[in-house]
């Protein structure tokens, strides 16, 4: 099995916002991906999240859906240079696309371009007895948006909430600084219904 979270500078990488190793790690922790599960990856970006599902889900298979031309060729190269064959890469506009996915084990939702409550609705359609959603909100209208509808559906998911800050040390001259990354909201959510 290969090993979880690969740096960052080894995915190719364009002008696609791309989720930092730590947080891609701590995200497929919360996804609970076993190696036969059907993943979702909504607002897949680079990529990133849809290589270290598949690699985790290595007779499962990752479906992977991004509106931006620029990243589908991104997950594309990328699929490619991990040797991931276990990847479909759909270029929709989610929830568009979604609807004749199979059933699913986990997602993972980057993006969701202002239209979480729709594809939230197809998820919880699809989405398996046990499953779990994995969002990684970097605005606190997401965040929001998330929770009001885990607490609209509380009879079918339960979910918690971490709020992740990370800093890296940068050499500054003899002197080691802290640079941050955005901080992010990961809400988890389990079907339990």
């Given at each position: 099995?290969?090993?979880?979270?690969?740096?960052?500078?080894?995915?190719?990488?364009?002008?696609?916002?791309?989720?930092?190793?730590?947080?891609?790690?701590?995200?497929?922790?919360?996804?609970?991906?076993?190696k036969?599960?059907?993943?979702?990856?909504?607002?897949?970006?680079?990529?990133?999240?849809?290589?270290?599902?598949?690699?985790?889900?290595?007779?499962?298979?990752?479906?992977?859906?991004?509106?931006?031309?620029?990243?589908i060729?991104?997950?594309?190269?990328?699929?490619?240079?991990?040797?991931?064959?276990?990847?479909?890469?759909?270029?929709?506009?989610?929830?568009?696309?979604?609807?004749?996915?199979?059933?699913?084990?986990?997602?993972?939702?980057?993006?969701?371009?202002?239209?979480?409550?729709?594809?939230?609705?197809?998820?919880?359609?699809?989405?398996?007895?046990?499953?779990?959603?994995?969002?990684?909100?970097i605005?606190?209208?997401?965040?929001?948006?998330?929770l009001?509808?885990?607490?609209?559906?509380?009879?079918?998911?339960?979910?918690?909430?971490i709020?992740?800050?990370?800093?890296?040390l940068?050499?500054?001259?003899?002197?080691?600084?802290?640079?941050?990354?955005?901080?992010?909201?990961?809400?988890?959510?389990?079907?339990?219904?």
């Amino acid at each position: 099995m290969a090993f979880l979270g690969i740096p960052d500078e080894e995915f190719i990488r364009g002008k696609v916002p791309m989720t930092k190793q730590e947080i891609r790690v701590l995200t497929m922790v919360k996804a609970q991906i076993s190696k036969n599960d059907i993943v979702w990856d909504i607002g897949a970006g680079t990529g990133s999240l849809s290589i270290e599902a598949a690699r985790l889900a290595e007779n499962g298979h990752v479906y992977a859906i991004e509106r931006n031309h620029e990243g589908i060729e991104l997950i594309k190269k990328n699929a490619e240079k991990f040797g991931v064959s276990n990847l479909t890469v759909i270029e929709a506009e989610a929830p568009a696309g979604m609807e004749n996915m199979p059933d699913c084990d986990a997602v993972i939702i980057g993006g969701s371009g202002k239209q979480l409550d729709p594809i939230l609705d197809v998820i919880n359609a699809h989405l398996k007895v046990g499953g779990n959603i994995v969002l990684n909100c970097i605005t606190i209208q997401t965040l929001s948006s998330c929770l009001a509808y885990m607490r609209s559906h509380k009879e079918e998911f339960k979910y918690e909430a971490i709020q992740v800050q990370v800093n890296r040390l940068e050499a500054v001259g003899p002197y080691d600084m802290a640079k941050a990354i955005n901080p992010i909201y990961i809400v988890t959510c389990k079907k339990i219904k």
